[in-house]
């Protein structure tokens, strides 16, 4: 019975009204239930109203890519930089969206054309 609260003290929690509290995140920490269920309902409510997607597209991060070794220090190593991973993520994502918008709109322009 006690030995939650030796587990408590061995992490170094000192104060003993903390001991037991729920901490609950914001609704903008993203990753947590809440920002996941929300993202869940979000989608559904975009296929009730528009259908089914006609793309579903899966991304990667790569700690090898240029644009995140460039800006490393030699000390550095990518796993320890989430906020350059992150902003370098971002921007990939950001170009494929560009890219495949620009791909659509050129392929509805050579429809237009043809007909």
Known sequence: MLQGLIDILRLGERDASNIGKQIFL??????????????????????????KPDLFITMTCNPSWPEIKEHLLPTDEAQNRPD?????????????????????????LQLLCIL
């Open 26 to 51: 914001p609704v903008t920490f993203i990753g947590g239930p809440r920002d996941m269920h929300r993202r869940y309902m979000d989608a559904i409510s975009l296929v009730q109203q528009f259908g």
């Open 84 to 108: 350059l991973i992150s902003r370098v993520f971002r921007a990939k994502i950001e170009e494929l969206k560009t890219d495949i918008l620009k791909e659509i709109s050129l392929e509805k």
